[in-house]
């Protein structure tokens, strides 16, 4: 999954926006709405690449 169409994803979903065309579109909801135990106050999801595996944060536009 390319983690650009998924920062747009989430975007979207912050923004109550209609979400964007995406063809990992049902692997991308599960990931962001599916809650996380990673805690803090914007969502997280981890991310597997062929380097290993990462945390991707999503930010709401208010944040500094």
Same mark, same amino acid.
């Given at each position: 999954?390319?983690?650009?169409? =998924?920062? @747009?994803?989430?975007?979207?979903?912050? #923004?109550?926006? $209609?979400?964007?065309?995406?063809? +990992?579109?049902?692997?991308?909801?599960?990931? =962001?709405? @599916?809650?996380?135990?990673?805690?803090? #106050?914007?969502? $997280?999801?981890?991310?597997?690449? +062929?380097?290993?595996?990462?945390?991707?944060?999503?930010?709401?536009?208010?944040?500094?």
């Amino acid at each position: 999954m390319d983690l650009e169409r =998924l920062q @747009a994803f989430a975007g979207a979903i912050i #923004a109550d926006e $209609k979400l964007p065309e995406n063809p +990992d579109a049902q692997q991308t909801q599960d990931l =962001l709405l @599916a809650g996380t135990s990673m805690g803090g #106050a914007r969502p $997280k999801a981890v991310v597997e690449d +062929d380097e290993g595996l990462w945390i991707a944060k999503f930010n709401h536009p208010d944040d500094k």
